[in-house]
């Protein structure tokens, strides 16, 4: 039999009802002959609920009890979802990620899966049980202790275990209906996306598209497994995300140049002004980043004015990180010998996406004119063979948005859009 693997998200299992549902839909799919495997996230918004009573009795919760609380919300939402199946007559277990055999390393928060060793699914679905699996945490390897995969985590969970299981496919549900090329909260006409590719949707999540974990996209490109991201709120048919052939073998007509338009405002852009254009400074200056642990994103360096032989170097990075760059930037001051430290945080990133760039000349032109014409002017660029960046005034993201959705005729009709729930989870 043909094991199908669901994930809901938090929206999907909100409230006892929602719940209930989601049950019925899982029975469905267990009565049209396959093998379920479904991995759940915690009720509506308990995982931030449980965080903000952590800040409340400690101001830097430890690691390793923060994940023991957090892990907490999956497992309400499982047990629950395994009450109700069993109401409608099915046998369903319910499996926390450490019984579901999820083994990760020990970084608390942010732990990464190493293996997955499903014995106890394998077992209960042979017995003709659904198994349900919490999401977002395992167990690690070395210090035995419960550990979390990181926000958003869930999806990872269910493309493992999905993969482990050498399942037919990974399905998704949240409260949209699918990916669009844009968020239809900035842009009414976005169009649901048919089929879109790893590659394609990697860039989307990287720059900002926040339907699907980045790790869960990764994981399902190495292993080449279809997710089928769909509404848990409605039977429309979704986005399946899928190998670039398979995207040209679905496509009925010509395959778009540009598939999506994302846009990103959690980060922040440090200046560092006045830096001595000699070798080594830029090393200095990142390496000090890097020991932080800070994610840069986008870099640029000015030529240096003639003059003064002094350049400036723009870099962008998370927002929740900037103060700890520029108190490990203020400590380079001597060494680099810089002028000053800008830092703005009133920033955004707006990013087309295709891998039909690829191919076409003019891509980069067209955006830019786009973004012109609309009065909107951009700080920063990056590119990557099937991706362009531009960061822009954070007041200006929805319009710059727009203006690259039109100009590559993203757009549809009609209102395509409907968000059910609301949080996108
Ligand atoms: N409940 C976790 C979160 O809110 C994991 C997930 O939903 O994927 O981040
Ligand atoms: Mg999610």
């Not at 891509?363 to 531009?390: C, K």
């Not at 319009?399 to 757009?411: I, K, Q, S, Y």
């Amino acid at each position: 039999m043909s094991i199908v693997v669901q994930k809901y998200g938090g929206s999907p299992v909100a409230d006892a009802t929602s719940i209930k549902r989601v049950a019925q839909r899982i029975v469905a799919t267990k009565k049209a002959g396959h093998d379920v495997v479904v991995v759940v996230s915690a009720m509506g918004d308990t995982t931030d609920d449980l965080m903000e009573l952590a800040n409340q009795v400690s101001p830097l919760p430890p690691g390793r009890e923060l994940d023991m609380l957090l892990t907490a919300g999956e497992r309400i939402s499982m047990a629950l979802l395994a009450m109700a199946i069993g109401n409608l007559g099915q046998d369903a277990r319910s499996f926390t990620g450490s019984q579901a055999g999820v083994i990760t390393d020990s970084e608390h928060g942010r732990a990464k899966i190493i293996d997955v060793t499903p014995g106890r699914i394998e077992a209960a679905l042979a017995e003709g049980s659904i198994a349900i699996v919490a999401g977002f945490q395992g167990v690690s390897q070395t210090s035995k202790d419960i550990t979390t995969l990181g926000r958003g985590g869930s999806d990872t969970t269910a493309v493992a275990l999905a993969t482990a299981l050498k399942a037919e496919v990974c399905e998704i549900y949240s409260d949209v209906d699918g990916i669009f090329t844009a968020d239809p909260r900035i842009v009414p006409t976005a169009r649901q996306i048919p089929r879109i590719s790893y590659e394609e949707m990697l860039e989307m999540a990287a720059n900002g598209a926040k339907i699907l974990h980045l790790r869960c996209v990764e994981y399902a490109r190495r292993n080449n497994m279809p997710i089928h991201v769909r509404s848990s709120f409605s039977t429309k048919e979704g986005t399946w995300v899928v190998d670039a052939e398979s995207v040209k073998d679905g496509a009925n007509m010509e395959q778009a140049i540009i598939s999506g338009v994302a846009h990103d405002r959690s980060e922040a852009k440090i200046t560092v002004v006045g830096v001595p254009d000699k070798v080594g400074e830029a090393a200095s200056i990142f390496r000090a980043l890097a020991q932080a642990a800070i994610n840069i994103d986008m870099v640029v360096q000015n030529v240096s004015a003639a003059a003064t032989a002094l350049t400036d170097i723009s870099f962008t990075l998370p927002r929740e990180d900037g103060q700890k760059a520029m108190t490990a930037l203020a400590r380079l001051k001597d060494d680099v010998g810089y002028e000053r430290l800008q830092f703005e945080d009133s920033v955004g990133k707006v990013s087309i996406i295709g891998a039909g760039m690829r191919s076409s000349p003019g891509i980069t032109a067209s955006y830019f004119e786009s973004l012109a014409n609309a009065g909107v002017n951009i700080e920063m660029i990056s590119t990557s063979e099937i991706r362009i960046s531009v960061i822009v005034a954070e007041n200006q993201v929805d319009a710059a948005v727009n203006a690259a959705h039109e100009a590559f005729g993203l757009g549809s009709d009609e209102v395509e859009a409907v968000v059910y729930g609301g949080t996108g989870r």
